[in-house]
């Protein structure tokens, strides 16, 4: 993902406090942060300062504005998705992605924003899955449900370290219950994705795969080589 300024948890909660808001989808909870330090609001203004999002009479700067204007749109989301350490909110036409990157678990994160083809670029290069090769099978089928004697082997296999995990927030109060989360991993060449509610194990083409991403970004998918799309409009 692309260099910016790392931020913590207070830092953003202040930013969102200067929008009248409280609660930040994918951050740890405000009020649990204040019962373990109460002045985490208020150390976090120095820091912010000193980035220059905040001027010394603690006005948001021009570049400050600009990185609330985003938090806004993230925290105005509709629905969220979240892909492994990235937790995506939409505009409101759905055309602009913004991106709350957790590049330290609950403690710091990156604020982005993305057009989707850029996204898509990004999640090509980062995950390993993404980039995969379809078979000539992959054409024939979507998933296909993986019997009880193969869902004990894999099991009893070790959690691969290149796991992909796929989850969509719809907006409830809170929007804490996820209404769909996917677990994808490779094994013995063969793509096993996990219907984590449900418990319930698939084999899975590819182009199913790729449509499940695409589709949580809505995106229109067809069934192409993703690296060939993605090139093609490079």
């Known amino acids: 993902m692309s260099q910016t300024d790392t931020f913590t948890v207070g830092e953003l909660y202040l930013l969102a406090e200067s929008l009248g808001v409280n609660i930040v989808f994918g951050l740890p909870d405000k009020a649990t942060q204040q019962l373990v330090n109460p002045d985490f609001l208020e150390e976090a203004t120095a820091p912010l300062t000193k980035k220059g999002i905040i001027s ?8 400050g504005f600009l990185i609330a204007k985003a938090l806004k749109s993230y925290i105005y989301s509709e629905e969220y998705v979240r892909i492994n350490n990235l937790m ?3 505009s409101s036409d759905k055309v602009q992605l913004f991106v709350l990157v957790e590049v330290k678990e609950g403690e710091l994160y990156k604020l982005l924003v993305f057009d989707k083809l850029s996204f898509l670029r990004e999640l090509y290069t980062d995950f ?3 980039q995969r090769e379809p078979k000539a099978i992959d054409q024939d089928y979507t998933k296909k449900k993986l019997r009880n004697a193969q869902k004990r082997v894999l099991k009893h296999e070790k ?5 992909f995990n796929l989850e969509i927030f719809k907006l409830t109060d809170p929007p804490r219950e996820t209404s769909d989360q996917w ?3 490779e094994h013995d060449q063969s793509l096993i994705g996990i219907e984590v509610s449900e ?6 083409s590819q182009y199913y795969f790729m449509k499940q991403v695409f589709d949580a970004l809505h995106l229109p998918y067809t069934a192409k080589d993703i690296s060939r799309e993605i090139s093609r409009e490079g």
Do not use: A, M
């Open 56 to 63: 010394e009479d603690l006005h948001l700067t021009k570049g």
């Open 88 to 90: 995506v909110g939409f």
């Open 128 to 130: 390993p899955l993404i």
């Open 159 to 163: 959690i691969p370290s290149q796991l």
């Open 183 to 185: 677990l994808f991993f």
């Open 199 to 204: 418990n319930t194990y698939y084999e899975f």
